[in-house]
């Protein structure tokens, strides 16, 4: 069922991430498999939510290099055009802290309610089979560069995730295309960072380590 501006009825997005860590009750932690499986597992638009969500939640530096994993994983099937979501059993064993992940959806339930309100259907070209493929390529890019520790760089893709993935759930184009955008933007950012730390390293050895 739809409103008159397009836009599906349901529970809330942050609801339904909330119902999804806390259905079993009891344990302090959660199966990235029962969040997977809860979320829908031939959905990559949540499960694609769901682990850039993990990816922005305080880890230690250098955890991306662990946490990014699952999202080049998923970009690269939806890359090659699966039709459902395969995670990897070592991936989904892994557990996380209820009560980290309901914070960090809290924390996020003010951009959910906002691209709810402002999401609909809309360019439906965008998610046929031959065109998802190539969303799917653009995804996988700014998944790597998520994957790369490298500081001050590593939230934007993440970020630009996060805002597709609720583009490919809610099957809005424009919400979609921003979050690419976004992606356009990290990918630029990354390479700058690079091209900076390398200018330094050369003025600061203009020869060479003389190794």
């Not at 976004?182 to 390479?191: E, P, W």
């Amino acid at each position: 069922m739809s409103d008159k501006a397009g836009r599906p009825k349901g529970p809330s997005m942050s609801r339904l991430l909330l119902a999804a860590v806390f259905e079993r009750q009891g344990a302090s932690e959660v199966s990235i498999a029962a969040l997977v499986d809860k979320l829908g597992d031939r959905s990559f638009g949540w499960t694609l939510l769901l682990f850039a969500i993990i990816n922005v939640l305080p880890w230690p530096p250098g955890a991306t290099l662990i946490t990014g994993i699952p999202l080049v994983l998923i970009t690269g099937q939806m890359a090659l055009g699966n039709h459902a979501v395969w995670v990897p059993d070592f991936i989904g064993r892994r557990m996380v802290s209820r009560a980290t992940f309901s914070r960090a959806i809290l924390r996020l339930r003010p951009l959910f309610k906002l691209l709810e309100a402002t999401t609909r259907r809309r360019g439906a070209w965008l998610f046929r089979p031959d065109t998802e493929r190539l969303v799917g390529v653009a995804l996988l890019i700014i998944a790597i560069v998520q994957f790369i520790p490298i500081p001050l760089s590593g939230w934007f893709p993440g970020f630009a995730l996060l805002i597709s993935s609720v583009g490919l759930i809610k099957r809005d184009g424009r919400t979609l295309g921003f979050g690419l955008v976004l992606g356009v933007f990290s990918i630029l950012l990354t390479a700058a960072v690079i091209a900076f730390a390398a200018a330094g390293f050369d003025r600061m050895f203009p020869h060479g380590l003389g190794l």
